[in-house]
């Protein structure tokens, strides 16, 4: 980007308080939606204006348009198709759109305003869009349960929902594993292959647990991000180191146990 175009562009945090408010905007206009082309028409104006601001927004070297339009728009779509039209409790809707509003707009905030050069300075970003990306795979699988739950379709459609969503979360883990400079190899593959094994049973097993589908869904993403730390760490050169592991695999089991007892069952 040249100078003057960078002089003429906007500033990071004026565009993540455009964001919020074209967000506040489109939230009030979801509430009247009543049919479906209507939705539909929905998603593309907010898709559209993603893709004006994103052009209009100054992007140091290093950060990529396209991936942080990928990220939003994941997360947009998860969240609202896949949480926001099956809540069905006044303060559920209320906390998805206190993160639908503040979200996207946290990610343009924490765009770095110049070229340092620093890897430091994007970690904030960076791990900012992991973290969209994993309430995005949250929205993903608690709208595919949902379905499910409201048999808005047989319960034969769950192989194919569940392959949808388990190509979706491979992508997303070998995306970030490329983020993080893990270069593609046989091993790289190994890895992908097993996570994706390892959540399509799991989608299963957790199908088959009496649990709502916001729980069932947030049970599938905490597999999936054990998964993908434990595979990123044995990718690197250093492999993984067990004895710090250890601690934070303990500490998940732990909370993990805590959280099945703290639960509602069906």
């Given at each position: ?33 009543s049919t479906w ?136 883990a070998c995306w ?23 959540i399509f049973e ?65």
């Amino acid at each position: 980007m040249s100078e003057k175009t960078r002089i003429i562009s906007f500033h990071p945090k004026l565009a993540a308080v455009i964001d919020a408010i074209i967000n506040l905007i489109l939230l009030y206009g979801l509430q009247t939606v009543s049919t479906w082309w209507v939705f539909g028409l929905w998603i593309v104006v907010r898709l559209v204006l993603w893709a004006m601001l994103i052009r209009l927004v100054y992007y140091p070297k290093g950060i990529s348009r396209l991936r942080h339009f990928a990220a939003l728009a994941f997360f947009s779509l998860s969240i609202i198709i896949g949480l926001m039209i099956f809540a069905d409790w006044v303060w559920s809707w209320r906390l998805l759109s206190v993160v639908f509003i503040i979200f996207s707009g946290v990610s343009f905030w924490l765009l770095p305003e110049g070229d340092s050069g620093l890897s430091f300075v994007l970690k904030p970003y960076r791990r900012w869009l992991f973290l969209m990306d994993v309430f995005g795979l949250a929205g993903l699988w608690g709208g595919l349960y949902a379905i499910l739950s409201f048999q808005l379709f047989t319960q034969g459609w769950f192989w194919l929902e569940a392959i949808l969503g388990t190509l979706i979360s491979t992508i997303i883990a070998c995306w970030w594993w490329k983020e993080y400079d893990i270069e593609f190899s046989r091993r790289f593959w190994l890895g992908a292959l097993l996570l994706t094994v390892l959540i399509f049973e799991l989608s299963w097993i957790v199908w088959r647990w009496p649990l709502g589908y916001v729980i069932n869904g947030m049970m599938v993403v905490w597999f999936w991000y054990n998964l993908w730390l434990i595979i990123r760490f044995n990718l690197t050169k250093e492999g993984v180191n067990w004895k710090k592991q250890t601690w934070f695999l303990g500490f998940n089991l732990f909370f993990f146990i805590l959280f099945l007892l703290i639960i509602k069952w069906k």
